[in-house]
């Protein structure tokens, strides 16, 4: 116990090691962007991008810009924030800086990979929206769980089933929102399950999240190969149509991107703050993260730790459940076994990346969508780096956070502890 | 060395050997026995009247007779129950009116055809013998290895790499290569998040999904491009060599191969090094109390290492009996979740090898029949996993199966494991 401490607070108060690390971290990837980016580039070449997604009319044009000349631009700026970095610091600000750097480096791969070319800047943010949905809703499940301290790796198994049942009650009911009702409620109950096992039986927080995976991949591919292929007029429910909202859609550049979305894009900006808000700024919060750290203290202060935890499981479901809805209600308006394709266990990873709160967890799922719908245009570009390796980044990219290279995340400190009360 | 500190070495001694050696309570030693596999065999029993009822209330048949009147649907529901667990059995064990028949009439095609679904079973057993050892010998090192998954595609990706590309080898040295090779592939795979464990307290169950998914890209890239068949449009790679096939025992139908006897050996084996070498002791003893094991001077860090790769290198080994006994080549998802089923198993045998080898032969025998349960009485094969899902449960919260079947017994500590939280300790 006492050595790991130890190890923990070297990482984490270790700044002038720590210091090193990211002048050399920053200077790399100046480096980087030269080597691998600038050297390939022809001299006059320009890149264009496209700042108006496709399908919509607009005045905007192209922003195009010299490809040489901003890659080196990006790779000097980069290389010398790394300078600055050993030899004076940025102190607080290295994280910041760090975002700064990794957004120049991918600004250049970007700029690159369409140099000489034209690229659909606005059609790629939109698709990286649409695709950090599920990770961000699931990771917010994720932030509910854990934040009252119990461990939630059934995001997946919750999402996929709700994903199935409102297909199905979605295609019987014809209708949209009684679908999705019951894929939140499907959640629910799954968090339910999650609830009981690991809050009152005390089984451990792993098994019973493994449990509900492999229970909902059984059920649903049951129901699905035994009602819904047969009869596919039980696997048709409808997608949730886009909302135009008047004026701030015709904001240029982010206006269509972000004002031109369906129910689940805006319910997602809404849970986030109101999340943000209801965790750190309200009582409610307060209770629930005391009994995540310190449940015997919150105990000891009259908060109900049991209930406070099915509380929060239950609303953890709901929200992976409302995620869930999204494949079928929100995207593609149908049910396809194992559907999720491990999109939970990304939101897991974009819960930890995100440091367990509400907008870091968006943060990180935007990050890994937009890897994810990247990884669909290279091919286009004629870029001839495998896709495969992009899709592997948010993994990656979590190890290394969760290892405390580039600082160690907030986990709240009873996370996965069954409690006993005496 | 103070006394003090001596009593405490002394004290975590004893501490260890009284936790390693508790076993289960009673008196007499069928007492103990029955204490001992009652909760599993009460779990299997549960999982599979669930399942039955599940099979019950989506039936057609039922609900038709339903109309008329309960007592019929009551009748109807036992008969689809009773069609799709014969078919279930018979697809898995053969019907032994078949086999008396084969063998008096002695024609060997007919022999081979009667003894087919059995020796299918013990094939299909194989490669959870494997996973479920690799799940519990972490389980026993207190490691909760939920890699099992990418860990058996980088041990196929490895052996299967040897196996087609070295060319000329005597099959005598070119399978234990080749099986190497998977081990070693395995073994990386699982080395990676031991060691990050052990260094920066990563968490491992975390660090296991990734590196599962990682493992997964890896082969979807190596399959369409490096390893890609030539002159194949689909992602799967070469054949392997003949010299690296495991040898199959008997003729066609039957697909049994030798990877059966290496999976019982080396059960065999990681009972001998858990339970009757000092190193299984030690990594025992960290499994059970890291805090004594510590005062005893065990190393935590080179026993976590050393498990999550011998883990892994026994979940390679799952994807290379896949590859070298069965598919002969490589394709994407050829794992049809062995890794996940294997948690599952791991508990049910209570992380005893002899127990893992009898829950995986459960396992086998049951997605065996499944398949005959899917042509004859139209159940989809997903049946088993949600059995499976079930007797996990009840494995998992023996409480459960106590208040059901009104069991009084010991409370004890007969969890093998718990997992301490996202940070480790």
Known sequence: MASTVIERKEIELASPTRQRVMGIVFLLLGAAIWFFFSRGVEAGATTTFDLVPGGFQSDLADWTLPAL??????????????????VRGFGKRTNAILGLVAGFFI????????????????????????????????????????????????????????????ALVGSVSGSLWVGLLSAVLTGMLLGLVHAVLSIKYKTDQIISGTVINIFAVGITSFLSSKFMQPNQALNDPGVFRPIEIPLLSKIPILGPILFNNNLFIYAMFIFLVVLHVGLFYTRWGLRLRSVGEHPKAADTLGINVFNTRYMAVLLGGAMAGF???????????????????????????????????????????????????????????????????????????????????????QMPAADGVPYEKE | MSDKENNNKQDAGKVLIEELTAGPEGDSFWERAW?????????????????????????????????????EAIKAAFMEVRIAYGALFSGSLGSPREIISAIQEGDPDQIRRAFNPILESLTASTPFIFASLAVALGFRSGLFNIGAEGQLFVGAIFSVFVGYSLVGLPAIIHIPLALLAGALGGAIWGFIPGWLKAKTGGHEVINTIMMNYIAFRLSDWLLSGPMQRPESFNPVSPTIMDSAKLPKLFGPPIRFHIGFFIALGVAWLVWWLLFRTRWGFDLRSVGSNPHAARYAGMSIVGSTVAAMSISGALAGLAGTNEVLGLNHFLAMAFSSGYGFDSIALALLGKSHPLGVVLASLLFGTLRTGALRMQVTAQIPIDIITVIQAFILVFIAAPAIIRTIFRIRGAEGPEEAITIRGWGGE
């Open chain 1, 69 to 86: 000349a901003t890659l080196n631009i990006l790779a000097f700026v980069s290389a010398f924030f790394g300078g600055v970095q050993l």
């Open chain 1, 107 to 166: 600004f250049g791969f970007l700029v690159w990979a369409a140099a000489g070319k034209s690229m659909n800047l606005a059609g790629l943010l939109n698709t990286t929206l649409s695709k950090a949905v599920p990770l961000t809703l699931g990771a917010l499940s994720g932030v509910l769980c854990e934040r009252a301290g119990v461990v939630n790796i059934a995001i997946e198994g919750m999402m996929l089933a709700a994903a199935m049942v409102g």
């Open chain 1, 323 to 409: 995620a869930g809805g999204y494949f079928t209600l929100g995207s593609v308006g149908r049910f396809d076994e194992v559907m999720t394709a491990g999109r939970g266990f990304i939101a897991l990873a974009a819960m930890i990346f995100g440091n367990w709160t509400p907008f870091g967890s968006f943060g990180a799922g935007l990050l890994f969508g937009f890897a994810d719908s990247l990884a669909g245009k290279l091919a286009i570009l004629g870029v001839r780096i495998p896709s495969e390796f992009l899709l592997m980044a948010p993994y990656v990219a979590t190890m290394i956070v969760l290892a405390g290279v580039v600082g160690r995340g």
């Open chain 2, 35 to 71: 204490n001992s596999v009652s909760i599993p065999l009460l779990a299997i029993f549960s999982g599979l009247v669930l399942g039955s009822i599940l099979i019950a209330v989506t039936s057609e048949s039922v609900w038709t007779a339903w109309a008329q009147s309960p007592w």
